[in-house]
């Protein structure tokens, strides 16, 4: 596609469910990252994938959160048993593999923990 | 302290005046990044610099690699560039984890 496409675009669930994001990133971006923005904060890193090299998982803030990618495809970001303070906009980024590459954010997605 | 500092944090004017937001690091890096994000919530990539001075438009980023510090003028500054503002680096060879300042939120007033 034209550009990074993430879904759903907002999510409402209960205390305790499992959820699922998913960021399409543009062809050829070999670099995703994830990020969380928390309402009237800044964004914070969570996971970063560079191709087939092992991804940068630093920024996930507990073993709830997990996020896979295939070489260059898809990625999902998978919260277990979210609690309140998961609620957040979750924003996916894709560059090139070039350093010089310049970032492409999706439109996010809202998620709200009830 | 934080690894990006950005100024200031609030940042209101009039319409047509001339608009610098800051932003200081403390990490060595390979680029720096200047993101606009709208009351929406998209956010778009202004500039991507390593060195010297962009230009686009009304938009001018500068970095001065020694002393750490980049900034973001606006000229002619108009209500649609009320936004938040936000610095971002890449550190490292290879730079991989982003590291983003708290951002600047901008109000241009008619």
């Known amino acids: 596609g034209a550009g990074v496409s993430q879904s759903p675009s907002n999510k409402v669930t209960e205390k305790g469910k499992d959820v699922e994001l998913r960021c399409d990133p543009i062809?050829?971006?070999?670099?995703l990252y994830w990020y969380r923005q928390r309402l009237g904060q800044g964004l914070e890193f969570l996971i970063y994938f560079q191709g087939n090299s092992a991804p940068d998982k630093s920024g996930l803030p507990s073993d709830r959160f997990s996020a896979e990618r295939t070489g260059e495809s898809v990625s999902t970001l998978t919260i277990q048993r979210t609690q309140q303070e998961d609620s957040a906009v979750y924003l996916c980024a894709t560059r090139t593999r070039m350093w010089y590459g310049e970032l492409f954010f999706g439109e996010g997605s809202r998620l709200t923990v009830l | 302290k934080n690894e990006v500092e950005q100024s200031p944090q609030n940042l209101t004017a009039q319409e047509g005046e001339f608009i610098t937001i800051n932003c200081s690091y403390s990490v060595g890096i390979s680029a720096l990044h200047w993101l606009q994000q709208h009351p929406g919530g998209g956010i778009v990539s202004l500039f991507m610099l390593s060195s010297g001075k962009k230009k686009h438009g009304r938009l001018i980023a500068t970095i001065n690699i020694q002393e750490k510090h980049s900034s973001l003028h606006i000229t002619a500054s108009h209500p649609r560039d009320s936004a938040v503002y936000i610095c971002a680096v890449r550190s490292g060879q290879g730079a991989q984890k982003l590291v983003f300042g708290q951002g600047t939120r901008l109000t241009i007033n008619p």
């Open positions: 062809s050829g971006h070999t670099a």
